[in-house]
């Protein structure tokens, strides 16, 4: 995972490489970000000192949306 403040460009364009490479890997993502989003809610409330129920229970975004060039969660 890239260390820097344009990691989430850096995961998304190796995101976006992988699945260009091999595109039937695109029909586990659903169940990926399923199986990642409770790990990213525990590194979340780590790094910001709050506890896991200031997040919501389920990713609110779409996969299109997290793996979107331009978009960013306000």
């Not at 389920?58 to 978009?71: A, K, Q, V």
């Given at each position: 995972?890239?260390?820097t403040a344009n990691a989430p460009v850096e995961e998304r364009?190796?995101?976006a490489r992988l699945l260009?490479?091999?595109p039937s890997l695109r029909r586990f993502l659903?169940?990926?970000l399923g199986a990642a989003y409770p790990e990213a809610v525990e590194w979340a409330a780590d790094e910001s000192g709050?506890?896991?129920e200031a997040f919501p229970g389920?990713?609110?975004?779409?996969?299109?949306?997290?793996?979107?060039?331009?978009?960013w969660p306000q």
């Open positions: 995972m890239a260390g364009n190796d995101i260009k490479e091999t659903a169940e990926e709050l506890g896991d389920e990713c609110g975004y779409s996969i299109d949306e997290l793996l979107g060039r331009d978009y």
